[in-house]
Every structure is written in structure tokens, then in C-alpha cells.
């Protein structure tokens, strides 16, 4: 354990952001599997409304930080192609 003062409170703002990091991915994730699933199910209105809400969460977790810029352009392309070569 730490013994300066400053490096405690490094621990707790790390701790804390890790568990805002923690959800912001948790929730990146529940909307690509709901994508995922409406892909899956071929029902293409459903598949373009969550692509925009995947699209939303993505972008607002690369704002924060919590993915590289390449990483979330990575994701909302490869989940645009899934949804442009449903039928």
C-alpha cells in the first residue's frame, strides 16, 4: 500500500475510473449484441436502428477515452458492413 499522500489518491482515482471505463464498455457491448441479434434475425429496420444507437455509444465512449480512435472507427465500420450486406 501505498504510504504518500498523492500517490493514494492515485489509487482511488484509477480504481474509479476503471469502473467508469468497466460500464461505458459494458454498455458499448449490450448494444452490439443487440445489433448482432437483429442481424442474426435478418430484420433489417430493427438492424439500422440499433447500428445508430451502436454507432451513438461507440463514438460517445471514444469521446471519453475508453477506446482509441481506430478501435471504435474498427467497430462501427465492421458493424456498418454486417448491416449493409443483410438482404
Known amino acids: 500500500m501505498a504510504n504518500i499522500k498523492s500517490a493514494k489518491k492515485r489509487i ?3 480504481e474509479t ?3 467508469r ?3 461505458i464498455k459494458s454498455k458499448v ?3 452490439v ?3 448482432q441479434a437483429a442481424v442474426e434475425a435478418n ?9 445508430r444507437a451502436a454507432i451513438s455509444e ?3 465512449a471514444e ?3 475508453v477506446y482509441h480512435a481506430n478501435t471504435a472507427s474498427r467497430k462501427i465500420s465492421r458493424l456498418s458492413k454486417a448491416v449493409a450486406a443483410m438482404n
Open 33 to 35: 449484441k443487440k445489433l
Open 21 to 23: 471505463n468497466k460500464a
Open 63 to 65: 469521446t471519453k477515452g
Open 12 to 14: 482511488l482515482v484509477a
Open 43 to 51: 430484420d433489417k429496420v430493427a438492424a439500422e436502428a440499433a447500428l
Open 29 to 31: 457491448k449490450t448494444y
Open 58 to 60: 461507440i463514438s460517445k
Open 17 to 19: 475510473r476503471a469502473e
